[in-house]
């Protein structure tokens, strides 16, 4: 029985068949199966049906390959049937071109909030790995561009031989809760660049040598001037924006004496269960919950319905 996916991205319904990936002789095979079908990604954005419920548009892999010719990855199998997908590069939308009929290109972000959470999830995957393959065009050892390998996850470098794989950025997210006062209480926080009345958890990346709970006092510390006392973790989300993973937490501190650094945060707020459940229901009567696709909005419902640390 699968795992329930509780975030938007996660739980990629497909078999990842990584022993097809490194063996050019199957991974033909699938390429020449019958029923391979592709999804198609634009700049990033998936081509999505614009009439009906919307979902994924899968062409029959030839007919994507017609359109972008021989760049396909392999994403695995579903239900035995080998699925693949495509991005078409430039500005000219193949919508109004190649693919006209078919559907439209939302950006991912938009998608993500309509598609079925399968749809999503490999939606994100494409994205992450040919996000990663515009970057990586080049050996980061020697220099010289490298060549897709392993069905389109892994970089090989003809000089030096080095292989390159797809990265992941962990990153720690967590929700706040100080227990001192007379209820318990959950920190929010602004940046600038968001929309008015946007708030959401706090986050940072890992860096070297830190471990998750490590991470998460150093980010609390530096953003919002708090001590954290103990940490619980509660899901975790694939971010396709290019490609982390957010690790998410519900962390105690042991002061409500929050100070914004002005770097990171420019406000924070400190909200009561009541007071946050008004925020995910959207009449708080100043602060905007974080968008339906992000975990913070996970993390803090699982706040709300009594998950504690």
Not at 220 to 230: F, P, R
Request: proline share 9%; aromatic share 6%.
């Amino acid at each position: 029985m699968p795992l329930p996916a509780l975030n938007t991205f996660a739980g990629d319904p497909l078999d990842r068949a990584g022993d097809l990936r490194n063996d050019p002789e199957r991974l033909a095979e699938q390429v020449a199966h019958p029923e391979a079908v592709a999804m198609v990604l634009w700049e990033g954005r998936p081509l999505v049906e614009d009439a009906g419920e919307p979902r994924l548009v899968w062409l029959a892999l030839d007919h994507a390959r017609a359109v972008v010719p021989d760049r396909e990855l392999f994403l695995g199998l579903w239900n035995g049937a080998p699925c693949f997908a495509v991005e078409v590069e430039g500005s000219v939308d193949p919508a109004a071109g190649p693919l006209a009929g078919l559907g439209a290109f939302p950006e991912m972000r938009e998608a993500a909030a309509m598609l079925p959470g399968p749809d999503a999830a490999m939606a994100g995957t494409a994205k992450s790995l040919f996000d990663w393959r515009r970057r990586h065009g080049f050996c980061a050892a020697c220099g010289v561009e490298t060549e897709t390998a392993g069905g389109g996850w892994k970089r090989a470098c003809p000089a030096c031989r080095v292989e390159h794989f797809p990265r992941v950025d962990p990153v720690t997210i967590m929700l706040a809760v100080y227990k001192g006062g007379p209820e318990p209480r959950c920190l929010l926080g602004r940046q600038a660049a968001w929309p008015e009345g946007r708030m959401s958890a706090l986050a940072g990346f890992l860096e070297p040598g830190e471990t998750i709970e490590a991470a998460c006092a150093r980010e609390i510390e530096e953003e919002a001037g708090l001590t954290v006392t103990a940490v619980r973790y509660h899901s975790s989300q694939p971010w396709p924006f290019p490609s982390q993973l957010m690790i998410g937490l519900i962390c105690e501190v042991d002061s409500d004496d929050a100070r914004p650094d002005q770097t990171e945060l420019q406000a924070v707020a400190w909200l009561t269960r009541d007071e946050a459940a008004d925020v995910l229901e959207g009449t708080h009567p100043s602060i905007k919950a974080p968008p339906r696709i992000a975990i913070a909005r996970t993390l803090l419902q699982a706040w709300v319905d009594g998950f504690e640390v």
